[in-house]
């Protein structure tokens, strides 16, 4: 018997070891690069939902403070727009200002919107319960909802016609702390 032997082209061989250890090492790198992508996305993705949610409560603080306004103006008969702008003294009964911030005790407020001042403790953080918001505790329980919002405002120029109200809100997410605040100019617009 005879054996043929023929001899192998180039092209129609196999690959090498060291050939399949690159191939094997590129795509490797190739999956991390995705990896990463996705992981950077999931991040963005948390990011732009806490602060949406954000934007959501400082919008609902300036809100708030303007049905409180047209709650004095138009249906308390003992109170007007000076005891709206009242709360916004740095003195004494409330004194929501930019140093003392206030918050409000339930949410949604029911009239007169109550403010609280912020504890030292709490900070004006806000509890979660069935998608309400609530400085104190809610009335299930709930948990912290990570978000802390603080109101204050102040009076615009000589009169007392104006106030510039603030409403911020913050949270904590990996390791910054982000913030957005939303101001309003609220008149005394009842023509007396």
């Not at 795509?27 to 950077?40: E, H, K, Q, R």
């Not at 009964?93 to 918050?103: D, K």
């Not at 009169?159 to 609220?186: A, R």
């Amino acid at each position: 018997m005879r054996f043929f032997s023929k001899k192998l082209n180039k092209s129609s061989r196999g690959f090498t070891l060291v050939e399949t250890l690159v191939a094997i090492s590129i795509f490797t790198v190739s999956l991390l690069g995705i990896t990463s992508v996705l992981a950077g996305s999931l991040s963005h993705t948390s990011y732009v939902k806490q602060k949406m949610t954000a934007i959501y409560l400082a919008q609902e603080g300036i809100e708030y403070m303007r049905n409180m306004r047209d709650t004095h103006v138009l249906y308390d008969s003992d109170s007007d727009f000076s005891v709206f702008s009242s709360v916004f003294n740095p003195n004494p009964p409330i004194g929501c200002v930019q140093s003392s911030p206030c918050g409000f005790i339930s949410s949604p407020p029911p009239p007169p919107y109550l403010l609280a001042k912020c504890s030292q403790a709490s900070g004006c953080k806000l509890n979660v319960d069935n998608g309400n918001y609530y400085l104190a505790n809610p009335p299930d329980g709930g948990s912290d909802s990570g978000f802390t919002r603080k109101i204050w405002g102040r009076k615009v120029g000589s009169g007392q016609d104006e106030v510039k109200i603030f409403s911020k809100v913050l949270w904590k997410q990996g390791s910054g702390e982000y913030s957005v605040t939303f101001s309003e100019n609220l008149f005394d617009w009842i023509d007396k």
